[in-house]
């Protein structure tokens, strides 16, 4: 589960950032902006949606920053990102479906940041292929599953946190992760080329 409080670097930006400094804020953003865009890409499949959906939860985190009451900065912040996209998905169910890739002039990356600058190309390229086979996965998951894989692997919330976060019974949670680890499992399985078992979105 997230830990209790923030590491102690996030505290003096967190502070100065309640008293209304944007630079202070920035920050914050430049530290956490690869694990948001991650987590919303992971959740949204599309890197222009995610990238917006990230965009807007930082925005919404700014006006809120006074409303942080201590905790995990970094889980504070993901909910946010979380229901952002939450929130997109659920806006996508109600509009006609528009692909990304029918957009004009429509020209994204293939997902979040994968390895340092100094990483070997043919170890880049495996974590891309890699990366990408995983994203692909996730994507033929019911949102509500995809959600609560996320949070579970990625964010290492509590059985009893997505509980609460999403207004759900805890059984309703488990019975919705291990759908989404069947469901990845059959995926995975049929990529043996890339994977010899299942393993944690974020390994």
């Not at 959906?53 to 990102?81: N, T």
């Amino acid at each position: 589960m997230p830990s209790s409080s923030p590491p102690p670097d996030d505290l003096p930006l967190i502070l100065a950032a309640q008293r209304g400094d944007l630079e202070s804020f920035n920050g914050l953003v430049t530290r956490y902006q690869n694990i948001a865009y991650t987590v919303a890409y992971r959740l949204l499949g599309e890197p222009f949606a995610a990238a917006d959906a990230a965009q807007d939860a930082f925005i919404s985190a700014y006006r809120k920053i006074r409303e942080y009451r201590g905790g995990s900065f970094k889980a504070w912040l993901l909910r946010i990102v979380t229901n952002t996209a939450y929130d997109q998905i659920r806006y996508d169910k109600r509009r006609p479906a528009t692909g990304i890739d029918d957009l004009p002039g429509a020209e994204y990356d293939d997902g979040p940041p994968l390895a340092s600058d100094d990483a070997l190309p043919e170890d880049v390229a495996e974590q891309r292929d890699t990366q990408q086979v995983i994203q692909d996965c996730l994507q033929t998951l019911p949102a509500d599953q995809r959600l609560t894989l996320v949070m579970f692997d990625m964010q290492d919330y509590s059985y009893q946190e997505i509980a609460e976060a999403n207004d759900v019974q805890l059984g309703t949670v488990k019975s919705r992760l291990s759908r989404a680890r069947l469901g990845m499992r059959r995926c995975l399985e049929g990529k043996r080329e890339l994977f010899d078992a299942p393993r944690r979105l974020d390994s």
